[in-house]
């Protein structure tokens, strides 16, 4: 007997879909632009977010799912491909495995073609496959693992980029000071180690608490803010601000559950299903039916607007590195469309 496909495999599947069809064939718009005045900006692409965000509201999805905070990651993800990063580099993909290292993905390709098809497959009914593929990037920090929601990292560079992202959408008084302890102690764990990696922290948060909670959101955003401007914290934070409908809301399941446990280096733990079949058809009318969400760009602080921040972790990955690494990257930021 069949069983059913999790919340987050079925939450996989509009995923991909979503970025697939905002990247035909794998294409991606550049996503950098140059205005009139001569300044260079970072310009998100904000629908492909608007509907990711609503997969977790289609889906019903608790916090404790995991899928809420996952729409964010998907994003960011799909954001550093429009900037030059190639699906390897870049992780989560935008395919399963989710964790797939450049150098057995090269290995992939330059295998004979009937094995090629038997280690894809092995690859992709197992998922994660100790010491090869992940579901999830666990880094090593100063004194602890810490499982890091989108990241760049090579055996040559080790980790380049490191985004850790969380999302509220209610409780705003009782779960922010928690999110906030977490975000300074992670942030301190890894920049200690990896003093090099562009180090960001991604809030995604539904706007009603600028109504219900205003002293916890203008608490917040200064918070936020902070994170982002001290020197041993990260090197730049963003907050997304979410609209939608209250009959959309995601139902209270607890908070996300922090990650107490990780493995041992080389101890892979598979928290993610395969994506749940589907026909194309069935996936694009569910797309069809995604809960209208809208990102609340105006009210964003300046210091903390998703275009500032993508532009700074994709400007510090290119100077950390040498001229002959990121090529594609280097050569979208410097042939930006006008407008």
Known sequence: MATEPSTKAKAWVIFDRIVARAAPDNVHSNPWIRSADGQLRFEPDFDTLARLLGVPLHLKAGTQSGVPALALDVWLSYELRRAGFNLDQVWPRPVHPRILPAPIANLLKALPAGTRKAVADRIERDGAITGATSSSGIILGKN?????????????????????????????????????????GDAKNLRLRHPLAALGFVFGLRSDILQKEAATAEWLFDLLGKLGREDDAYHATCLVLMEYGNDEAIPETGEEPPVTALPEPGRE????????????????????????????????????????????????????????????????RSSPALR
Request: aromatic share 4%; net charge negative; proline share 8%.
């Open 269 to 332: 733990v598979d928290d993610e299903n395969a994506p749940a079949p589907a026909l194309d058809a069935i996936v694009d009318q569910d797309i069809a039916q995604l809960p209208k969400v809208k990102i609340l760009s105006e009210q964003i602080p300046e210091e903390l607007a998703p275009a500032r921040f993508l532009a700074a972790m994709v400007t510090r990955v290119l100077g950390a590195t040498p001229v002959n690494m990121h090529k594609e990257a280097r050569a979208r």
């Open 144 to 184: 602890y693992l810490k499982q890091v929601d989108v990241v760049i990292s090579d055996w040559v560079t080790g980790p380049e980029l490191l985004i850790s992202t969380k999302r509220m959408d209610s409780s705003y008084g009782k779960n922010a000071p928690n999110r906030i302890e977490e975000s300074y």
